[in-house]
């Protein structure tokens, strides 16, 4: 556990991620066929969960240990300390802004509180 307003081992290798992978960005897909993922498919990755295929369609959910589908909101609070809007901003970024998993890194870090709970809102006492 890292201590507030630092990003925890896990933000942090999320973060670094979204800057060095070389897989394909996906939009509206956690991972799509070709192997692309969403920012957040690139969180569940990085979180340890493996991609199955759905029996419905193109889409992947993600499984682990504690996820017995998609990553939830509740999953996103827990293992990434996530607000309650916080996976809602990602995807926004993701899919309705398309901007490409660096420039969502950088967003993240500029404004952490808007996306985890960990973080203070700067000048909030």
Known sequence: MS?????????????DDLRTTTAPQAHAQLQD????NCC?????????LVALQSEQGPAFSFFGEENDGE???EWGKQTYLFTDDGMGRCWRMNDAD??????????IEASPWLYFSNFDVPGAA
Not at 33 to 36: A, M, N, S
Not at 98 to 107: E, V
């Open 3 to 15: 201590n507030r307003n630092e990003f925890t081992t896990l933000q942090r290798a999320w973060l």
């Open 33 to 36: 066929r070709e192997g692309g």
């Open 40 to 48: 957040l498919g690139r969180a569940c990755i990085v979180a340890g």
């Open 71 to 73: 990553p939830t909101q």
């Open 98 to 107: 398309r901007l490409d998993f660096r420039q969502i890194a950088d967003r």
